[in-house]
């Protein structure tokens, strides 16, 4: 096309009539874009993608380049069941003049590339979080060496037994920035020992909370004291443990407020706090010496707290534990020093092995 140039001038001066000129048409040649689409290049590869499930919709296109959508969305499916990630099956990759995929090809049609992760983006851990769980009715729980659970031990768990466990596998994922629990693959019962799918979690876990510990309890109630079969201690077993006994103790359950209020003895077997005292490590040597009399000797008592004997001042005794009871509505403590034979820790100095 040509193009003109020219003067202006009155038309007084020139005494000649104007006539105005009918706008030229615009070519498409002349048309020059502002950015231009980059051609993708298109290979057929298959493959799978990943991407966190959140509630984000997936537009779907019928070009590479993604500029005709095509009404739709993508489609996933969960991950080996699990509610958390979806994976997806593409067919086509796109790439850009660097080699950068830029876009997959679905069954639905092209998707960003940008919205997709090449890897389960879930990210597993361990979390330390006790309580006790059942296996259900349908069958019997497989035990795996492995949190994945792909390690099966050959030993299974009974249905409706109970058992409690001490931490649990937890897949974490991060959404708009927030990372949390999305779901747990399984829970340890102690050692090398995992379990998943068909054990439930019981629903007084949530009213306390178990704390793993090792040591021995002391049944201190001269009734004895009763076994319970759940946290709450709501249902009695029918035994009732004697007085003096002592036991294997592996938690202790607290309450809301993180009192104390009972122990665990293993296999769904709970006593209440308040007839029974938790023996401590107190290995080491009891010197007595009463503070306000340092020439008397003192009393040994029996797990009821009666006396039976007194030893002399200045003597030494070897220790085995330690216990706190409420005398008097007081806490004191009290040292064993062998059999059902105890002093209190203040009348005398201890010297730690």
Same mark, same amino acid.
Do not use: C
């Given at each position: 096309?040509?193009?003109? #140039? *020219?003067?202006?001038?009155?038309?007084?001066?020139?005494?000649?009539?104007?006539?105005?000129?009918?706008?030229?048409?615009?070519?498409?040649?002349?048309?020059?874009?502002?950015?231009?689409?980059?051609?993708?290049?298109?290979?057929?590869?298959?493959?799978?993608?990943?991407?966190?499930?959140?509630? #984000?919709?997936?537009?779907?296109?019928?070009?590479?380049?993604?500029?005709?959508?095509?009404?739709?969305?993508?489609? *996933?499916?969960?991950?080996?069941? %699990?509610?958390?990630?979806?994976?997806?099956?593409?067919?086509?990759?796109?790439?850009?003049?660097?080699?950068?995929?830029?876009?997959?090809?679905?069954?639905?049609?092209?998707? !960003?590339?940008?919205?997709?992760?090449?890897?389960?983006?879930?990210? %597993?851990?361990?979390?330390?979080?006790?309580?006790?769980?059942?296996?259900?009715?349908?069958?019997?729980?497989?035990?795996?060496?492995?949190?994945?659970?792909?390690?099966?031990?050959?030993?299974?768990?009974?249905?409706?037994?109970?058992?409690?466990?001490?931490?649990?596998?937890?897949?974490?994922?991060?959404?708009?920035?927030?990372?949390?629990?999305?779901?747990?693959?399984?829970?340890?019962? *102690? *050692?090398?020992?995992?379990?998943?799918?068909?054990?439930?979690?019981?629903?007084?876990?949530?009213?306390?909370?178990?704390?793993?510990?090792?040591?021995?309890?002391?049944?201190?109630?001269?009734?004895?004291?009763?076994?319970?079969?759940?946290?709450?201690?709501?249902?009695?077993?029918?035994?009732?443990?004697?007085?003096? !006994?002592?036991?294997?103790?592996?938690?202790?359950?607290?309450?809301?407020?993180? #009192?104390?209020?009972?122990?665990?003895?293993?296999?769904?077997?709970?006593?209440?706090?308040?007839?029974?005292?938790?023996?401590?490590?107190?290995?080491?040597?009891?010197?007595?010496?009463?503070?306000?009399?340092?020439?008397?000797?003192?009393?040994?008592?029996?797990?009821?707290?009666?006396?039976?004997?007194?030893?002399?001042?200045?003597?030494?005794?070897?220790?085995?534990?330690?216990?706190?009871?409420?005398?008097?509505?007081?806490?004191? !403590?009290?040292?064993?020093?062998?059999?059902?034979?105890?002093?209190?820790?203040? %009348?005398?100095?201890?010297?730690?092995?």
């Amino acid at each position: 096309m040509k193009k003109s #140039t *020219g003067l202006l001038f009155s038309t007084a001066l020139l005494g000649i009539g104007l006539t105005l000129a009918a706008p030229a048409v615009v070519q498409a040649a002349d048309i020059v874009p502002i950015a231009a689409v980059t051609k993708a290049t298109v290979t057929n590869k298959q493959g799978e993608v990943y991407r966190t499930a959140d509630t #984000t919709k997936i537009a779907a296109f019928d070009d590479a380049e993604l500029t005709k959508s095509n009404g739709k969305t993508v489609q *996933g499916f969960n991950v080996n069941g %699990y509610a958390w990630v979806f994976q997806y099956a593409y067919d086509q990759i796109a790439t850009d003049a660097a080699g950068t995929i830029t876009a997959y090809h679905f069954a639905d049609g092209w998707a !960003s590339a940008k919205d997709f992760s090449v890897k389960d983006p879930t990210v %597993y851990q361990v979390e330390q979080w006790s309580g006790v769980g059942q296996v259900d009715a349908k069958s019997p729980a497989v035990v795996y060496s492995d949190p994945g659970l792909t390690k099966p031990t050959g030993k299974t768990l009974p249905v409706n037994s109970r058992w409690q466990y001490f931490s649990r596998y937890n897949a974490m994922v991060t959404i708009n920035g927030q990372t949390g629990v999305a779901g747990t693959l399984s829970y340890n019962l *102690g *050692g090398n020992q995992w379990v998943g799918a068909n054990f439930s979690v019981d629903t007084d876990a949530a009213d306390f909370t178990v704390n793993p510990v090792r040591g021995t309890i002391i049944v201190t109630n001269s009734k004895g004291v009763k076994l319970y079969s759940d946290m709450a201690q709501s249902n009695p077993t029918g035994r009732t443990l004697p007085v003096g !006994s002592r036991w294997q103790a592996y938690a202790t359950i607290n309450d809301k407020t993180g #009192t104390i209020t009972g122990f665990s003895l293993g296999g769904n077997q709970y006593v209440n706090n308040a007839d029974t005292s938790m023996i401590l490590f107190a290995s080491g040597t009891f010197t007595v010496r009463y503070p306000a009399a340092p020439s008397w000797g003192i009393a040994v008592y029996n797990g009821q707290l009666k006396v039976t004997k007194t030893i002399p001042a200045g003597s030494r005794w070897r220790t085995f534990g330690q216990i706190e009871r409420l005398v008097n509505g007081r806490t004191q !403590s009290f040292y064993n020093i062998g059999g059902d034979q105890w002093v209190r820790t203040d %009348y005398g100095t201890h010297t730690a092995k």
